[in-house]
Each structure stands twice: as structure tokens, then as C-alpha cells.
């Protein structure tokens, strides 16, 4: 994963800029810090504010550079926006729209490996270099800049999370939300030579759930990759029953696997801290992320 996708001066589209949460997003993305560059859009190509508007992704990208895209279109139309993306060498794609079909999530995942291209999501808030930049909608009041490194299914929970460990002084140092579909294009596992690799991340924050298989599989690369850099967890869902989805499309447990317990055990066997509430997590991080940089 090439770790210039996330510099905080990418340069950024947004296609569906003409919509009515594309003009928005676009505006808040950019007052933040991202340098949005263009956007692309089968309506209209009239500018939206000083932002040129293009009719395709492969014209955006000659005219401006660009070199990663939000997608903001309705789900039905994410898997052809996407494949427009990727088709263009664009190599970061984050997709934001929840309820996208599984196979049309099956088969730009799959473009994008083949390309080299990284896909965020679907069903994701997007990624953030808290006090820089953000590329979809992260708040803005749980984002500011720290050691923590943020893996997260959950939006809403990682939010609460974010913003109760700033109010503490412990800010994050990359934000990505993975998102909770079964079929993503980046998982926990892939985030952690990104990390590791960070300077400016001292720890991992991982906002998991049940539901799958992608927190073992995440301990499994701590292990195989000797990961130095603490890693603090949490999963979600303790106290949700067998066969049942639960929110996150992903977020359902079969037989013995995708359990909170075998996730929690996996994590724990990797040397992660997994805590069993949030309001453990948020009380107990800052002092074990100090006693981690005392020399």
C-alpha cells in the first residue's frame, strides 16, 4: 500500500460533485484542508464554486493530477464510478454509500487489486490526517492530531471514541474507517504495514465488531509481521446472539468463528490490549500509551 495515497496534500475528486452531498462534502473537505482538486460528474460540467467539474474521471486526472476520489453517488451507482476510477489510474478510491450490492462490491474490489489501486470501503466515513485533511466525512470534533493510528468497522462508535480520547489530549495520527460490509476493499490486516511503517503513529486504535473473520485475520499479520507499535482494541457486539446481522452487513456470527470471544482471544494471543467496554478503553489508553514512550 503505497503510503502517498495518504499524504495530507493528495490531490482529491469527488464523483457526483453535482449532487446535493457532493457540493456539501466537497466544501467541508476542502475548508478542512484537502486539497480537492476537481470533480466529476455525468450531469453538468458548470464549476461548482471554483471547482472544475469534468465529464469523466480519466479527464479530471489528465487536467488536475489526481490521485485519489470519493465517491459520492447512490449505491446502485458506485460499482460503475468506481470502475471509472480505477480505469483512470486514479489509485485511492473511498466509497462512501452504504447498501452497495455485494457483487458489484465483488467486482471493482477486484479491478483494484488487479490495478494496484486501493479501494476505502464501501460503507466507510472515509480516512483523515487529523488537522490536514479528510477525504469524506469524518466529524471534524473527533479529529485532531496524535499518536493513535485508527482501524475502524464502526463509524458512530469510533466517533465517540475519537472525540472522548481528545478530550483527553490523545489524538490520532491517521484515521481510516474500513466499514462494515462483508465485501471491503481494505481490511484491518492490510492497515498494518501502513502503520508500522508511520512515523508519526505510536499506536493502533482498532474499533472492531463481530462478524467476520477480519480481527483474527488482523491478529494473525501482528503476529507474522512481529508488530512493535502497541495496539489497543475493541469489539463490539459482546452481547449479540448467533445467525443474527446485527447493523453492519458484515456483522454477522456463524458457528465459532466471528465471535467477540474468539476475536478478543485472537488479539490477545497477538499481544494486543483488548479492552471490554469503551469507557475502559478511554480510561486506560492515555496512561499505557505514556508508559509506552518513556524511555
Known sequence: MDSALFAPDVPVIVQGITGRAGRLHARLMRDYGTRIVGGVSNRS?????????????????????????????????VRDAALEAIEAGIGLVVCVAEGVPVHDSLRFVRAAREAGAVVIGPSTPGIAVPGRMKIGFLPDVALVPGPLGVMSKSGTLSYEIGYRLAQLGVGQSLWVGVGGDAVKGTRFADLVPLFEADSATKAMLVIGEIGGTEEEELADTLIRHRAKKPVFALIAGASAPHGVMMGHAGALVEGGRGTAQSKTEALERAGAHVFATMRELVERVPALLAATAEP
Do not use: H, K, W, Y
Open 45 to 77: 460540467t458548470e464549476p461548482v464554486g471554483d471547482i472544475p467539474v469534468f465529464a469523466s474521471c480519466a479527464e479530471a486526472m489528465r487536467a488536475t493530477g489526481a490521485r485519489a476520489s470519493l465517491v459520492m453517488t447512490a449505491p446502485m451507482g
